[in-house]
């Protein structure tokens, strides 16, 4: 069992930079593989980037390849998503997820494979 909690969320012109943070709490933070995910309105859920229970390897997607940066702090029991030159097409709720593994390297796009989660942070890109 582990809790998520995201927040840095917020509204922020297109351009602009925004880090977002998910804590975890009541589990081994170092045992779980780490992910975010974003909604827009309307649309599906889908896979943003993922980090390994080391945070020595890394996935993004294709839309945001080159201007978000994930990151963990282990100690902290912290995750970060870095957003640079923010578009407005990044306007969604983003979601923190977690799910633990034995392969140390394990990094799944998949949402289904994830049984933990966040309750989500809005960010809002504006013109």
């Known amino acids: 069992q582990v809790q998520l909690v995201e927040s840095g969320g917020g509204l922020v012109q297109a351009g602009g930079s925004l880090r977002l943070s998910c804590v975890a709490s009541g589990s081994t933070f170092s045992s779980y593989t780490m992910g975010w995910f974003r909604q827009a309105p309307g649309k599906e859920r889908e896979f943003v980037s993922v980090?390994?229970?080391?945070?020595?390897?890394?996935n993004y997607a294709d839309s945001v390849k080159g201007r978000f940066t994930i990151s963990r702090d282990n100690a902290k029991n912290t995750m970060y998503l870095q957003m640079n030159s923010l578009k407005l097409e990044d306007t969604a709720d983003y979601y923190c997820?977690?799910?633990?593994?034995?392969?140390?390297?394990?990094?799944?796009?998949?949402?289904?494979?994830?049984?933990?989660w966040g309750q989500g942070t809005q960010v809002t890109v504006s013109s």
């Open positions: 997820a977690a799910y633990s593994s034995i392969k140390y390297y394990s990094t799944d796009q998949d949402p289904k494979k994830y049984n933990y």
């Open positions: 980090i390994s229970q080391s945070g020595r390897t890394t």
